[in-house]
């Protein structure tokens, strides 16, 4: 039975029931509609800048294709675009290093980062668990330029020039080991979160069977959780692709197809960094170079986050 305004209802334990408080109500009923619209604001910057990021982008490159070939731009392999006399804007040979860091980094990235999660998820103790993945994790926050100094500085002369001693001061194996270290507990940690999911109930029937923790881990656990292991596979090579200070410090700035790791090569964001280092004219093919570059970019990174997207949804195991 409701409660007349102003009256006061007495139960049977004795506790009475003031008149509901409507102000307060309609307080807390505001404060939830302005949550929901801040945060729904937050959202729509969030998207808005993206789209806004593509129209920029999408403007200045239909300037640059407006006299530069489509065709010549993405199946050339020339690139001479800060040369005064002799341009030429064939992106092949930036595309060409900017894959083939990314190939060698992930060859380091993928073993070192994958064993890493096994071993944390599967081998490694509570406490051992709680002092390594957060060291771990400590070197994804570690600059990126340090990252490039530490290439030029140690991994070429230590490293690469010891094995090889006709490699060039700046080369593209250095720039790959340094990001394939950078990547490495990007891998490690969604890998270890994607193995954690998958139930105790397969690792418990597995031993049950007799089976080792080598063959649980290498033949129940790792398939089980493989969607989330190939997702942060794909990531870790799309942070790789993108990757731009240890590539502009390492790998050099001659461009040309890279075909030998152990010679300087140029890559698209490498690319980016020297230009807009130095002094460009505005509304010069160069100026517009640069959001041709950046666009193409943008849409290999797309293009290997949506194959995540589509792997995870296509081979995600769901348990109960």
Same mark, same amino acid.
């Given at each position: 039975? /409701? &409660?007349?305004?102003?009256?006061?209802?007495?139960?049977?334990?004795?506790?009475?029931? /003031?008149?509901?408080?409507?102000?307060?109500?309609?307080?807390?009923?505001?404060?939830?509609?302005?949550?929901?619209?801040?945060?729904?604001?937050?959202?729509?910057?969030?998207?808005?800048?993206?789209? $806004?990021?593509? &129209?920029?982008?999408?403007?200045?490159?239909?300037?640059? +294709?407006?006299?530069?070939?489509?065709?010549?731009?993405? +199946?050339? /392999? %020339?690139?001479?675009?800060? =040369?005064?006399?002799?341009?030429?804007?064939?992106?092949?040979?930036?595309?060409?290093?900017?894959?083939?860091?990314?190939?060698?980094?992930?060859?380091?990235?993928?073993?070192?980062?994958?064993?890493?999660?096994?071993?944390?998820?599967?081998?490694?103790?509570?406490? /051992?668990?709680?002092?390594?993945?957060?060291?771990?994790?400590?070197?994804?926050? !570690?600059?990126?330029?340090?990252?490039?100094? =530490?290439?030029?500085?140690?991994?070429?002369?230590?490293?690469?020039?010891?094995?090889?001693?006709?490699? *060039?001061?700046?080369?593209?194996?250095?720039?790959?080991?340094?990001?394939?270290?950078?990547?490495?507990?990007?891998?490690?940690?969604?890998?270890?979160?994607?193995?954690?999911?998958?139930?105790?109930?397969?690792?418990?029937?597995?031993?049950?069977?007799?089976?080792?923790?080598?063959?649980?881990?290498?033949?129940?656990?790792?398939?089980?959780?493989?969607? @989330?292991? &190939?997702?942060?596979? !794909?990531?870790?090579?799309?942070?790789?692709?993108?990757?731009?200070?240890?590539?502009?410090?390492?790998?050099?700035?001659?461009?040309?197809?890279? *075909?030998?790791?152990?010679?300087?090569?140029?890559?698209?964001? $490498?690319?980016?960094?020297?230009?807009?280092?130095?002094?460009?004219? %505005? @509304?010069?093919?160069?100026?517009?170079?640069?959001?041709?570059? $950046?666009?193409?970019?943008?849409?290999?990174?797309?293009?290997?986050?949506?194959?995540?997207?589509?792997? &995870?949804?296509?081979? %995600?195991?769901?348990?109960?």
């Amino acid at each position: 039975m /409701s &409660v007349p305004a102003g009256k006061v209802n007495e139960t049977a334990s004795g506790v009475t029931l /003031s008149q509901i408080d409507y102000g307060l109500l309609r307080r807390q009923h505001l404060v939830e509609r302005g949550a929901g619209l801040f945060l729904m604001v937050c959202a729509a910057v969030s998207v808005l800048t993206t789209v $806004g990021i593509i &129209v920029i982008l999408l403007t200045e490159a239909v300037r640059f +294709f407006s006299s530069e070939s489509i065709t010549g731009f993405l +199946f050339g /392999s %020339r690139w001479t675009a800060l =040369f005064r006399n002799d341009q030429s804007f064939g992106v092949l040979s930036l595309v060409s290093a900017t894959m083939m860091i990314t190939l060698l980094a992930m060859l380091l990235a993928i073993p070192v980062g994958l064993m890493s999660a096994i071993y944390l998820s599967e081998y490694a103790s509570s406490r /051992s668990r709680s002092m390594l993945k957060p060291a771990l994790e400590l070197l994804a926050g !570690i600059p990126t330029i340090i990252y490039g100094y =530490f290439a030029l500085t140690f991994i070429t002369p230590e490293i690469v020039q010891r094995l090889w001693p006709e490699a *060039s001061v700046y080369n593209v194996l250095a720039a790959a080991i340094a990001v394939g270290v950078m990547i490495v507990p990007l891998i490690a940690s969604l890998s270890e979160d994607a193995i954690r999911s998958v139930p105790s109930a397969l690792r418990e029937g597995a031993y049950a069977m007799g089976a080792t923790k080598l063959e649980v881990a290498s033949r129940v656990i790792v398939p089980a959780a493989l969607s @989330g292991i &190939v997702a942060s596979f !794909i990531l870790a090579a799309s942070r790789a692709v993108g990757e731009t200070m240890i590539v502009a410090l390492a790998a050099g700035s001659r461009a040309q197809v890279a *075909s030998d790791p152990l010679q300087p090569s140029q890559t698209m964001t $490498g690319y980016i960094v020297q230009v807009v280092s130095g002094d460009v004219v %505005r @509304g010069s093919n160069i100026y517009f170079s640069l959001y041709a570059v $950046g666009l193409l970019l943008f849409f290999m990174t797309l293009a290997l986050n949506v194959f995540s997207y589509w792997f &995870v949804r296509k081979f %995600r195991e769901e348990y109960e």
